[in-house]
Every structure is written in C-alpha cells, then in structure tokens.
C-alpha cells in the first residue's frame, strides 16, 4: 500500500490546488471551448506569477497564528477571496459609484459586460487609492520599523530606521496622498481623498486591533501562536491585504476578456494557487531559509503601491508592477543564497 506523504509534503499541500485546477479547465474546455481555456490559463498563470509578494506577505503573518487559524485561512479565506473578492466585491463597488441596484449591475455583468467593464474601469481612482495606501502603508510601516535587525539594502534600508518614529510611516502615507489630491490633473480629488482615507484608517486599525490583541494574549496565556481574536484579526488583515492585490487585477483582466465567469474562475483559481505556497513557505520555513526575501516582497509591495497611484492619472499597464516583482523578488533570494554561503 503505498504511503500517505506528510501533511507538510508539496504534494498534499499543492494537490487540491492541481485538482481543481484540471477539473475547472477540463468544464472550461469540454463546455465552452478551446479559446476560453487558453483564456483561463493565462489569467491563472498570470495571477500566481505577481502574487509572489502577496503570498510572501501571507506566509509571514500566518507563521504567527494558531493551527486553526491556518486551517480558516485555506477555507473560509480562500471563499472569501474567490467568490468575494473577485466576483461579489467588483459589483458591489459598480453598485455604489454607478448608483445602480445590485440586480441591475449583476444583468450588466451577465448581459453587458462590454457596459460593465466599462462601469467597473470608472471606478477605477476609488480601488486604486485604497489599494495604493493600504499597500504603501504596508511598505513603509517595514522600512520604518527601528526594531527590524536584519537589513538588505543597507544605504536605504538603515537612513529610514534612525529617522523613525511610531506615527512616521503614517504622516508619510497622509502626506502623500494630500499631494496626489491637489496635483491639478488629478480630475477626481475626492474620490482619490476619501478612499485613499479609507485605506490609511483600514491599515491602523486591522494592524493595530491584530497588534493590540496579540500583546493581550501574551499576558494572559503561555500560547506563542495567535488564536482567539487575536487570530480573528490577522485573518480579517489578510483578506484586506488580498483585496488591495486583487481589485486592479481583477480590472486588468477585462483587458484579457470580458467573460465575467472566466475572470472568476482563473483568478480564482490563481489565488487558490497563492494560498497554497502560502502554507508551503511556512511549513518549510522558507522566510528563515531566504533572509531578505520580506525584504524584496516589500520593495516589490512599494512599487506597486506606486503603480497604483500613478494610475489615478495614467493608464500604466498591471504587467510593469508584475515584472519588476519578479525581479526584485528573485534578487532578494540571489542575495539571500549568497549570504547564506557566505556564513559557511
């Protein structure tokens, strides 16, 4: 009889992702056609190669909570991030900027979705200033961070710890965002002002309630992992630290096709994917084994804090922020490699 590989083996923790993933493009296929195959695959393929910092960022947080926590984050989570995220969410969001019903923008997406991408793209400056300073608070809250030891590029990386102060990454992030308000050809200011609030408050308060309940339980409980509300709070961080990734991402693939359906299912399906080497890297521990590779999803977090921005006043395309990921990411784990054989 053979043998059950352990829960930590790449094949159990890959194997419902590569399950579904046949099963999804064989319906694909067999019901729709070849064309809306080769359409779904590249939007999975494209949603897993730029999530690496996403998943990077998640294996971070997750490596603190409790088992079950971990277990919710790969259910719950991964039903809040298909269906919620990338289906429910972006008619939600056409809903409250068009001022249209929620059955009169599901018609559109079903019916006329030429009509709702279009809808969708007008909405565009409230997603990407929300996303844009949730994620470049993300960014600089790291770099700020004085207590951090370990540094990878040390002439950035070191000035902005010996300036740093607990509310300076968020006077930054205001700063900022002010600019980019005023900045004439900006033609939707209060859009970009009031969601790029939302992101900011949404940061401070998931971070800091995660925070606050965490040093709670240290003091009345020996439990090293988060659990309780303590666990609730990382959680609910993440699936907004999903959100801030998926939402232009989900606008992109409009450009891709225009099939609501397929959209669903092969970002879906590539986020399912990303949840998964999520659990991989932090059963093998690979955030201890790659030093600088937090380093390099953060920098990679920043550039696409940046991208999203700029988008508030041009059209720059999703792939830029993607492959200049890739790059840092893959230099933060060369560097990580080297320093590694340099100790030995």
Same mark, same amino acid.
């Given at each position: 009889?053979?043998?059950?590989?352990?829960?930590?083996?790449?094949?159990?923790?890959?194997?419902?992702?590569?399950?579904?993933?046949?099963?999804?493009?064989?319906?694909?296929?067999?019901?729709?056609?070849?064309?809306?195959?080769?359409?779904?695959?590249?939007? !999975?393929? &494209?949603?897993? *190669? @730029?999530?690496?910092? /996403?998943?990077?960022?998640?294996?971070?947080?997750? $490596? +603190?909570?409790?088992?079950?926590?971990?277990?919710?984050?790969?259910t719950?989570?991964?039903?809040?991030?298909?269906?919620?995220?990338?289906?429910?969410?972006?008619?939600?969001?056409?809903a409250?900027?068009?001022?249209?019903?929620?059955?009169?923008?599901?018609?559109?997406?079903?019916?006329?979705?030429?009509?709702?991408?279009?809808?969708?793209?007008e909405?565009?400056?409230?997603?990407?200033?929300?996303?844009?300073?949730?994620?470049?608070?993300?960014c600089?809250?790291?770099?700020?961070?004085?207590?951090?030891?370990?540094?990878?590029?040390?002439?950035?990386?070191?000035p902005?710890?010996?300036?740093?102060?607990?509310?300076?990454?968020?006077?930054v992030?205001?700063a !900022?965002? &002010?600019?980019? *308000? @005023?900045?004439p050809? /900006?033609?939707?200011?209060?859009?970009?002002?009031? $969601? +790029?609030?939302?992101?900011?408050?949404?940061?401070?308060?998931?971070?800091?309630?995660?925070?606050?309940f965490?040093?709670?339980?240290?003091?009345?409980?020996?439990?090293?992992?988060?659990?309780?509300?303590?666990?609730?709070?990382?959680?609910?961080?993440?699936e907004?630290?999903?959100?801030?990734?998926?939402?232009?991402?989900?606008?992109g693939?409009?450009?891709?096709?225009?099939?609501?359906?397929l959209?669903?299912?092969?970002?879906?399906?590539?986020?399912?994917?990303?949840?998964?080497?999520?659990?991989?890297?932090?059963?093998?521990?690979?955030?201890?084994?790659?030093?600088?590779?937090?380093?390099?999803?953060?920098?990679?977090?920043?550039?696409?804090?940046?991208?999203?921005?700029?988008?508030?006043? @041009?059209d720059?395309?999703?792939?830029?922020?993607?492959?200049?990921?890739?790059?840092?990411i893959?230099?933060?784990?060369?560097?990580?490699?080297?320093?590694?054989?340099?100790?030995?």
């Amino acid at each position: 009889m053979p043998k059950i590989p352990h829960k930590t083996h790449p094949l159990r923790i890959f194997f419902i992702s590569g399950v579904l993933t046949l099963l999804s493009l064989g319906l694909i296929g067999g019901f729709i056609g070849t064309e809306a195959l080769i359409i779904a695959t590249i939007l !999975i393929v &494209v949603e897993i *190669t @730029f999530s690496f910092e /996403n998943a990077i960022i998640n294996a971070k947080v997750l $490596a +603190g909570v409790s088992e079950f926590w971990r277990k919710i984050f790969i259910t719950v989570g991964i039903l809040i991030a298909v269906v919620g995220m990338r289906l429910v969410f972006p008619i939600v969001i056409v809903a409250v900027t068009a001022g249209l019903s929620m059955d009169s923008v599901v018609n559109l997406a079903l019916n006329q979705p030429e009509k709702y991408a279009k809808e969708l793209n007008e909405a565009h400056v409230s997603i990407a200033a929300f996303g844009g300073m949730f994620l470049l608070m993300l960014c600089l809250h790291f770099f700020f961070d004085p207590k951090r030891k370990v540094r990878w590029l040390n002439i950035i990386e070191k000035p902005l710890q010996d300036m740093s102060k607990w509310w300076l990454y968020s006077a930054v992030s205001f700063a !900022i965002l &002010v600019i980019l *308000t @005023f900045i004439p050809t /900006n033609h939707e200011p209060q859009q970009t002002l009031s $969601a +790029g609030l939302v992101g900011i408050a949404t940061y401070i308060a998931i971070h800091g309630l995660a925070e606050l309940f965490g040093r709670r339980q240290q003091k009345t409980t020996s439990k090293v992992l988060k659990s309780g509300m303590a666990g609730f709070m990382a959680f609910l961080y993440l699936e907004v630290l999903d959100a801030s990734f998926s939402f232009d991402g989900v606008i992109g693939a409009f450009a891709v096709t225009k099939d609501v359906l397929l959209i669903a299912i092969g970002l879906g399906i590539g986020a399912l994917w990303v949840r998964s080497l999520t659990i991989f890297m932090v059963e093998h521990k690979v955030l201890h084994a790659y030093r600088y590779l937090e380093h390099g999803a953060h920098y990679t977090i920043g550039v696409l804090a940046v991208v999203l921005l700029s988008g508030i006043f @041009f059209d720059i395309p999703e792939a830029i922020a993607g492959v200049a990921g890739l790059v840092i990411i893959s230099a933060s784990i060369l560097s990580s490699m080297s320093a590694r054989r340099a100790e030995h």
